[in-house]
C-alpha cells in the first residue's frame, strides 16, 4: 500500500501557506531593533553569502541566523512539534532543514566568516539578545 505525499492543494492551503514568511519575521525583525540599538549597522539576506543570512556584518565578517524552532528543529524546545498528519513528509522536510543549515554554517567558516544563531524561543528577552549580540560581536 503506497501513501500519497503530494495532495491537490487547494486555494485555501496556498494562500495559508503564503503567509509563512522568511524574512521580515517577528523574531528578526526584535534581533534587528536590538542590534541597531546597541549601535552595530548590518546588511540584510546577502544572497551572494551561503545560506543568505538573516544579518550580516561585513566590517566584522560576521553573520546571524534568526531561526524558528518549528522550521530548524531546536532541540528541547516546546516550538519544535512534529505534525501528525503525513508525518514522513514533515520528517524529511524537518531533516532537509537541518541539513542544510549546517551546510551553510561550514561554508560560511570556510569562507572566513564567524556565525551565530538565534533561535525565535530566545528573542523574547531583549536583555537576553543584547548579551548574545554584544559577547558575539565584540569577540
Not at 521580515?24 to 540599538?37: G, S
Not at 543568505?52 to 528541547?76: A, I, T, Y
Not at 570556510?110 to 528573542?123: K, N, P, Y
Request: proline share 5%; aromatic share 10%; hydrophobic share 35%.
Amino acid at each position: 500500500m503506497t501513501t500519497k505525499l503530494f495532495e491537490t492543494v487547494t486555494p485555501e492551503r496556498r494562500q495559508l501557506m503564503a503567509r509563512v514568511r522568511g524574512k521580515d519575521t517577528k523574531p528578526e525583525l526584535r534581533v534587528r531593533r536590538v542590534a541597531h540599538a546597541m549601535g552595530y549597522r548590518f546588511r540584510l539576506h546577502r544572497r551572494n553569502l551561503p545560506g543568505s543570512p538573516d544579518l550580516v556584518f561585513p566590517r566584522l565578517r560576521k553573520v546571524v541566523f534568526v531561526h524558528g524552532c518549528f522550521w530548524h528543529r531546536h532541540e528541547g524546545c516546546p516550538k519544535s512539534t512534529t505534525p501528525k498528519a503525513r508525518a514522513v513528509y514533515w520528517q524529511n522536510k524537518f531533516r532537509e532543514n537541518v541539513t542544510r543549515d549546517k551546510r551553510s554554517v561550514l561554508d560560511l567558516q570556510a569562507l572566513g566568516w564567524r556565525v551565530l544563531i538565534i533561535w525565535e524561543c530566545e528573542t523574547n528577552d531583549d536583555e537576553f539578545l543584547r548579551s548574545r549580540l554584544s559577547n558575539f560581536l565584540a569577540e
